[in-house]
């Protein structure tokens, strides 16, 4: 990637983009339809407008197996650090489930799971898809860039009305997706973030729950 190049198009995607995460803190993301338009247009900004790949901006679908199973293997690592001793683990199958009942139909649970992820991938695209890309091109250090993006991504949860605690802990998150994203980008893509960002959303709710 080239350093120090943002022309005149990047500014303006940045500015866009900013403008629609601050409509987001707005509605406070109660809505699932702000996330999904955001990552379209996203998506449509990196093709159309600014005429660049997408693996530029940690977008593949190579080997997806392998990004998949990094995904996992994250969120499974994050998780054990941060809940393992929160409750004993052979009963999370039954936490599990009486989270799930706690919905009053299919259609409800399957909402929350789509509203979740396209909340995740929406993040993901954002910080360590567009601005992580946008800073490398402007910093000569990866290390600032990550965690620039680090720091905004927890401000953008603090924004959104998550508590402080799930603003530090984006802040957390965000540096090591930052750091895998930027050192190992072809098992570590926006796809395999937002798999582990998901899961660790989908597991701090059951917590919270119980």
Known sequence: MN??????????CLFIIILLYILT??????????????????LLLIHYYLREPFFSYGLSFKKIHIQIICGLLLAAI????????????NIYP?????FMRHFSSYPALWFYFFNIFARALYEEITFRGIFLSFFQ??????????????????AADYLVGQDILRAVLAVVTGFIYGY???????????????????????CTDIIEFW
């Open 3 to 12: 350093k120090n190049i943002l022309s005149k198009k990047h500014g303006t």
């Open 25 to 42: 803190v707005i509605f406070k993301t109660n809505t699932i339809y702000l996330p999904v338009l955001n990552i379209i247009l996203c």
């Open 78 to 89: 994050i998780l054990f650090y941060l809940y393992g001793n929160a409750f004993t683990w």
């Open 94 to 98: 039954f936490v599990i489930g009486r």
């Open 137 to 154: 091109r402007i910093f000569t250090k990866p290390l600032v860039s990550i965690v620039l993006c680090a720091i905004l991504s927890g």
């Open 180 to 202: 895998l994203r930027i050192n190992e980008p072809e098992k570590f893509t926006v796809f395999s973030l937002s798999l582990a960002h998901f899961l660790q959303i989908f």
